[in-house]
């Protein structure tokens, strides 16, 4: 058996998390099911032994392709201070269309500015990790704060003869807090995703995948999305030889 070290009590901790924000759930009300898919390219560059930087783009449909959900373009940069903990920020300028059966009144823009540390670490085979980030954004005119607490975890399940993962899994689950005009945080989103990571070459992975979206608009009134999500993941090191 492997001694815990630090990173393991943390992602502990954050579980435990994860358990006690059930408490915040609402009552049950009127819940709305619907169907979206999730298209996007996440490319990451390492630049120096601990800096890296992320460029992302989703482009998010309803009614599986029909019509437009989310447009987001994302850059972020991460510097790892040790082996198994960092630190980063980002920012995303998204645009979120009237969609479903519960729509926002109009189409609105959010530019958003997050802050975050992670934890890595790996239990034999299963590559555990969790993040933390704090999130200041625009909403057409208006600011807005919530924080982001993800727990995720994925193993691999086939190599090639060069040792190369083929195939692999991953699950991960995400709550978002809401902090607004001073009132008291409360639970906003609840995320689940599970899906397959499928080698292509050594530097691409295509990702296959399931995400419950589960969005509480008010306390009574909750929008329950299933998304089948699409990602290319890409990856580059540019550090001198």
Same mark, same amino acid.
């Given at each position: 058996?492997?001694?815990?070290?630090?990173?393991?009590?943390?992602?502990?901790?954050?579980?435990?998390?994860?358990?006690?924000?059930?408490?915040?759930?609402?009552?049950?009300?009127?819940?709305?099911? !619907? $169907?979206?898919?999730?298209?996007?390219?996440?490319?990451?560059? &390492?630049? *120096?032994?601990?800096?890296?930087?992320? #460029? %992302?783009?989703?482009?998010?449909?309803?009614?599986?392709?029909?019509?437009?959900?989310?447009?987001?373009?994302?850059?972020?940069?991460?510097?790892?201070?040790?082996?198994?903990?960092?630190?980063?920020?980002?920012?995303?300028?998204?645009?979120?269309?009237?969609?479903?059966?519960?729509?926002?009144?109009?189409?609105?823009?959010?530019?958003?500015?997050?802050?975050?540390?992670?934890?890595?670490?790996?239990?034999?085979?299963?590559?555990?990790?969790?993040?933390?980030?704090?999130? !200041? $954004?625009?909403?057409?005119?208006?600011?807005?704060?919530?924080? &982001?607490? *993800?727990?995720?975890?994925?193993?691999? #399940? %086939?190599?090639?003869?060069?040792?190369?993962?083929?195939?692999?899994?991953?699950?991960?689950?995400?709550?978002?807090?809401?902090?607004?005009?001073?009132?008291?945080?409360?639970?906003?989103?609840?995320?689940?995703?599970?899906?397959?990571?499928?080698?292509?070459?050594?530097?691409?992975?295509?990702?296959?995948?399931?995400?419950?979206?589960?969005?509480?608009?008010?306390?009574?009134?909750?929008?329950?999305?299933?998304?089948?999500?699409?990602?290319?993941?890409?990856?580059?090191?540019?550090?001198?030889?």
């Amino acid at each position: 058996m492997l001694e815990p070290n630090k990173t393991s009590i943390l992602t502990r901790n954050v579980l435990i998390i994860f358990l006690l924000l059930y408490c915040l759930y609402p009552a049950k009300g009127q819940k709305v099911n !619907q $169907f979206n898919s999730w298209w996007y390219y996440s490319g990451t560059y &390492r630049l *120096k032994e601990w800096w890296t930087i992320n #460029l %992302l783009y989703s482009w998010s449909r309803h009614d599986f392709v029909k019509h437009w959900q989310i447009s987001k373009l994302g850059l972020s940069t991460n510097h790892s201070l040790t082996n198994n903990f960092g630190v980063g920020g980002s920012y995303e300028w998204a645009i979120i269309f009237p969609y479903g059966k519960l729509p926002v009144p109009e189409k609105r823009e959010e530019h958003r500015f997050l802050e975050r540390i992670f934890f890595k670490d790996k239990i034999q085979k299963i590559s555990v990790g969790s993040t933390i980030e704090f999130e !200041q $954004f625009f909403r057409n005119s208006n600011f807005l704060q919530r924080a &982001r607490i *993800k727990l995720g975890f994925k193993f691999p #399940l %086939l190599f090639d003869l060069h040792r190369n993962q083929r195939l692999g899994m991953s699950f991960s689950e995400q709550v978002f807090i809401l902090v607004d005009n001073g009132s008291a945080p409360k639970l906003g989103q609840n995320r689940y995703y599970g899906g397959f990571d499928i080698g292509i070459t050594k530097n691409f992975t295509l990702s296959l995948g399931y995400l419950n979206q589960y969005i509480i608009i008010q306390p009574e009134t909750i929008e329950n999305d299933h998304t089948l999500m699409v990602g290319v993941f890409h990856r580059a090191d540019f550090r001198r030889k």
